[in-house]
């Protein structure tokens, strides 16, 4: 008797694949970011770090964010401009169903952005304060932060800086976070 694999579980396996060779390709390139972009062009973001690498200092890195998210919505990120790697909600038919996240780097700095046309893609927003890369009282000051997130606040938290930038349009609502090292590295 032969059991069918559901859609849902094939593309989970297969996400899980992809990610595998993915990270084997990254250990035969030397754990290298850049040797995998294939632009040529100078980047106005740059590239995210080897996973292996610490970004200036912080406590998690612009590959643990992307790892985050990988998991949690059981995607792979796909490669943008300038070494972007992003999420996006291809299958949106409605425009409030629509969202994107965004990871980068910048200096010493991880950059994520959410895009979102209703309120599940800054439900994603929540939820990552809640991840495993964040301390319990670093979530409940990211909770605070996204209160006043329309001030463009800046915080000092204990391991790292964030700041939050929130603007709301017609069809869309943007979150920027960006988290900064204390100390340098």
């Known amino acids: 008797m032969k059991a069918s694999i559901r859609q849902e579980e094939w593309q989970r396996n297969a996400n899980w694949w992809a990610r595998g060779a993915a990270l084997l390709m ?13 632009s040529e062009e100078i980047p ?8 292996a690498l610490r ?9 643990d964010v992307v790892q985050y998210f990988s998991t949690v919505l059981e995607m792979s990120a796909e490669k943008g401009n ?8 291809q299958q949106a ?21 959410f895009r979102a046309g209703g309120d599940y893609g800054l439900s994603l ?14 979530s409940e000051q990211l909770y605070e932060l996204l ?9 000092k938290l204990r391991r790292f800086s964030v700041g939050m930038t929130y603007k709301e349009m017609v069809d869309e609502q943007v979150l920027l976070l960006k988290f900064a090292a204390l100390h340098p590295a």
Do not use: K
């Open 82 to 89: 300038a070494g972007v790697l992003f999420f996006e909600n």
């Open 44 to 51: 106005v973001r740059l590239p995210l770090p080897a996973p």
């Open 55 to 63: 970004t200036g200092g912080l406590p998690f890195t612009a590959w």
């Open 26 to 38: 990254l250990a035969t390139a030397g754990t290298h970011f850049p040797s995998l972009m294939a």
């Open 147 to 155: 209160s006043h997130a329309q001030n463009n606040p800046l915080r």
């Open 93 to 113: 038919t409605q425009p409030e169903d629509r969202w994107r996240i965004e990871i980068w780097t910048e200096g010493r700095s991880v950059l994520v952005e």
């Open 125 to 138: 927003a929540r939820e990552f304060f809640e991840s495993p890369l964040f301390e319990r009282d670093e």
